[in-house]
């Protein structure tokens, strides 16, 4: 049947009496969207190949270009929309997997949305950032429960290794070979420039980036793709990613595109292969056998570094983190349902796990009514997309937040959601070397200083307000929330009042 069953999503709408035939964005678009007919003197666009990355659209002197959704549409079907339609016949075509990129787009609930914020009015006054001093330091890793002094009196030491932050923000977890080069050493320079961490994923870490160590999460996961002794005594902590919130109980998939001679070297893998790990790390299959990992790490880096577990936002996030806090973990990350990814399959994406304010709160919950809240710090990520966010999730219990689609953005990536092909116009998601020099680390680095320093400010702004001057006297501060538009079971879980109580 060779009948065109999609209609593109997406036109080009160029405005004739703008473009001036410079041919720019034929030169930009990797997508070989745009061309030139030399015959007829016209410039041309394959709407079929645009994914909407508005790398035209910002390039073009003369603001010619615009991107609209097509409105061409299907008959009217609530239920049988026009995306559900395009998936079947796209399937049915190719009898794959629906590989997506980036966080869940659909519909569903926000909770970061329908949680509001308190302020100070009369009693307890507010504070004023400007005038006096806020402390936005966080210290990741177990808390001593007592104070241990000798026969004379004099303090013993008893801390664990800690992460020392100067904002309670991270770079999450984004591989070398998911996104590019530049990407890393942006995250890398901009991470140590504000006294936080970036992180490895699972792809190892390219030899320039040691530099950087003191400012590097290393990720060891089930692939244990680039895990090497050096490696895992660089970084100032060791992450054991056991799941993602884009894909709960699968492995990683690099596409074999992505896997050039750098990546192939930095992963210890075949050049051009899939990288694809395993659902599961091959030797944990019960909390017993993940503590054995922790403190294998924990021995082959002298008890120096604090030992990260990730999981994803499923339905028992509670109880895996209470098992997980006994594993001798020193901080449990957890990813929810809308966080990002390089390549995932769709359903996956959209279908499993669960909000990351959900899973938060019931972490939160579970570990201070079993009295061990103070084991393991809580870092959570899988949308947080500005300050507000960050301070309900403090809010809620984390210690930290780890943000990745929102640094992506701050590097430049417009959201198109087609990392997985490897050709991201921005530069970021790609490791072609002309579309990888498009981004240049030094004003990606600045872009992401500057994000995290305004976001920074706005916390300081928020805390203020409520008469607050720490983000320890935030941490879980649940009276600092209120829901709103909420259902019982929601406000229940989230252990929040409805507003107006
Ligand atoms: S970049 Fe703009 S002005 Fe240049 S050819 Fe394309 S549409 Fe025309
Ligand atoms: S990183 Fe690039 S390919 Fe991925 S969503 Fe952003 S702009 Fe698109």
């Known amino acids: 049947m060779n009948i065109r069953e999609f209609f593109p999503l997406y036109e080009v709408a160029r405005d004739p009496a703008r473009c001036v035939k410079c041919k720019l964005c034929v030169r930009e678009c990797a997508n070989e969207v745009h061309a030139f007919n030399e015959k007829l003197g016209v410039l041309t666009a394959d709407d079929s190949k645009c994914v909407n990355c508005q790398r035209c659209v910002a ?84 808390k001593p429960g007592s104070i241990l002094r000798g026969p004379d009196g004099k303090l013993i030491p008893n801390q664990t290794p800690q992460l020392a932050l100067r904002k309670p923000i991270l770079f999450s977890a984004m591989s070398y070979g998911s996104i590019s080069y530049n990407a890393h050493a942006a995250l890398a320079r901009a991470a140590q420039e504000l006294g936080i961490y970036y992180n490895t994923g699972e792809g190892g870490l390219h030899e320039d980036f040691y530099a950087y160590g003191d400012n590097t999460i290393v990720q060891v996961a089930s692939g244990r793709f680039g895990v090497h002794t050096d490696y895992l005594s660089t970084g100032a902590a060791i992450e054991i990613k056991m799941g993602q919130g884009a894909k709960p109980g699968i492995g990683g998939h690099l596409p074999g595109i992505k896997v050039g001679p750098d990546i192939s070297k930095t992963r210890m893998i075949p050049e051009g292969t899939d990288a694809i790990s395993p659902a599961p790390h091959h030797d944990i299959y019960s909390i017993e056998d993940l503590r054995q990992l922790v403190f294998s790490l924990k021995e082959a880096t002298g008890y120096r570094k604090p030992i990260i577990v990730k999981v994803a ?156 001057n720490a983000v320890e006297a935030l941490r879980g501060n649940r009276l600092m929330l209120r829901g709103l538009g909420l259902t019982e079971a929601e406000l229940r879980v989230l252990g929040v009042k409805h507003a107006g109580e």
């Open 313 to 468: 936002a499923v339905h028992n996030v509670a109880a895996i983190a209470s098992g997980i806090a006994r594993s001798g973990a020193d901080i449990i990350a957890i990813d929810g349902w809308r966080g990002g990814t390089g390549a995932a399959p769709a359903r996956i994406r959209d279908n499993v796990g669960i909000p990351i304010e959900l899973a938060l709160a019931a972490v939160d919950t579970r570990l201070r009514e079993e009295g061990i809240r103070d084991e393991v710090s809580l870092i959570v990520g899988g949308s947080i997309r500005s300050s507000a966010d960050l301070v309900k999730a403090i809010a809620l219990g984390a210690d930290a937040v780890y943000i990745g689609t929102a640094a992506l953005l701050a590097m430049g990536c417009h959201l198109c959601r087609s990392c997985q092909q490897g050709k991201c116009n921005w530069g970021i998601a790609t490791q072609r070397p002309d579309l990888v020099a498009r981004l240049d680390p030094d004003e990606a680095a600045r872009r992401l200083i500057n994000l995290v320093t305004a976001w920074d400010h706005e916390l300081q702004e928020i805390m203020g307000g409520m008469g607050i």
């Open 59 to 142: 390039v073009c002197p003369t603001r010619a270009l615009k991107i609209v959704r097509t409105d061409n549409t299907y008959k009217v079907n609530a239920n049988w929309t026009g995306d559900a339609m395009r998936e079947v016949y796209q399937q049915a075509q190719t009898g794959g997997v629906l590989l997506a990129s980036m966080g869940n787009p659909q519909p569903g609930p926000i909770y970061w949305d329908k949680l509001l914020l308190n302020a100070s009015q009369v009693t307890n006054p507010p504070i004023d950032p400007l005038r006096e001093p806020m402390e936005t330091r966080v210290f990741l890793g177990k």
